[in-house]
T-cell receptor, first 113, second 113 residues
């Protein structure tokens, strides 16, 4: 199974600042996904990141707020821009390794003051 | 869009069996998933079932799939205190060409000694 790491594992940020979260996979994958898990809630898909093309965002998420990079087949970043307390969440990346096997990174716990 | 539904809470005694239920919406889903999230941790892929199967067993875990009723269940035999966690069922999201996942609300399993 794919091994996924995320950096940072957690952070506390001030309102109005931005944070870039990194996701690294130990194998080449076509598609990577970014999810958000708000406190006490389930997971919501933010966007799909494909290498060599712009990310595809879900309803309610926009590129200006959550810019995504996908420079190669093992790495992606998600930036949370101009943060507010409502952005406090766990942010997770995931990949589809073999068909049917979707694995998640450990998550980045973000607190915005 | 899809709507994956789960009951929110289940309490069992150690040694008993736990059954967590889920209903999903997309009758053409190829795979259906169960994830486990322990407090403060990321998402662990527990098991998944291919849609042409009715049952899948993996050690203490048994997954039952009723395609007619779009009902998925996860049975944990001989439940241990270490099984206390939130369990999410998930199906591939039609909106992403069935690549990303739509999650249920999660069922919090509490195992009492």
């Amino acid at each position: 199974s794919a091994v996924i790491s995320q950096k940072p594992s957690r952070d506390i940020c001030q309102r109005g600042t931005s944070l870039t979260i990194q996701c690294q996979v130990d194998s080449q994958v076509t598609m990577m996904f970014w999810y958000r898990q708000q406190p006490g809630q389930s997971l919501t898909l933010i966007a799909t990141a494909n290498q060599g093309s712009e990310a595809t965002y879900e309803s309610g998420f926009v590129i200006d707020k959550f810019p995504i990079s996908r420079p190669n087949l093992t790495f992606s970043t998600l930036t949370v821009s101009n943060m507010s307390p409502e952005d406090s969440s766990i942010y997770l990346c995931s990949v589809e390794d073999l068909p049917g096997e979707q694995f998640f990174g450990p998550g980045t716990r973000l607190t915005v003051l | 869009g899809e709507d994956v539904e789960q009951s929110l809470f289940l309490s069992v005694r150690e040694g008993d069996s736990s059954v967590i239920n889920c209903t999903y919406t997309d009758s053409s889903s190829t795979y259906l998933y169960w994830y486990k999230q322990e407090p403060g941790a990321g998402l662990q892929l527990l098991t998944y079932i291919f849609s042409n199967m009715d049952m899948k067993q993996d050690q203490r875990l048994t997954v039952l799939l009723n395609k007619k009723d779009k009902h998925l269940s996860l049975r944990i035999a001989d439940t241990q205190t270490g099984d206390s966690a939130i369990y999410f069922c998930a199906e591939p999201s039609m909106d992403t060409g069935r690549r990303a996942l739509t999650f249920g609300s999660g069922t919090r399993l509490q195992v009492q000694p």
